[in-house]
């Protein structure tokens, strides 16, 4: 079992930046691919980034590539997501996830954890 705990959400305005934390304690976080979701109001829940378990690959949506940056620390069982030049499009439920493999997907089906999500709201 892994449980995370995502932090870091809030309420900006529109060109601002927030970066998200996610907190995993139990089975060896290092082990898992990360990826980080989201789910604005009467949406699917849409693939924002994802990380490898070493951390030397990374994959965007093209919606936020360039703008955010996904990134972990093994040492402290955690991984983040810098967001710049927020858009109010970006307004959504930002969720961690954890797969049990060495590289994460854009899927959210194939994810084995999830967090609870934080709530970022992007003022226009």
């Known amino acids: 079992q892994l449980q995370l705990v995502e932090s870091g959400g809030g309420l900006v305005q529109t060109g601002g930046s927030l970066r998200l934390s996610c907190s995993a304690s139990g089975r060896a976080f290092s082990s898992y691919a990360m990826g980080w979701f989201r789910q604005a109001p009467g949406k699917e829940r849409e693939f924002v980034a994802t990380?490898?378990?070493?951390?030397?690959?990374?994959d965007y949506a093209d919606s936020v590539n360039g703008r955010f940056t996904i990134s972990r620390d093994n040492a402290k069982n955690s991984v983040y997501l810098q967001m710049n030049s927020l858009k109010p499009e970006d307004t959504a439920v930002y969720y961690c996830?954890?797969?049990?493999?060495?590289?994460?997907?854009?899927?959210?089906?194939?994810?084995?954890?999830w967090g609870q999500g934080t709530q970022v709201t992007v003022s226009s």
């Open positions: 990380i490898s378990w070493g951390g030397g690959s990374t």
């Open positions: 996830a954890a797969v049990d493999s060495p590289y994460g997907s854009s899927q959210y089906r194939e994810y084995d954890y």
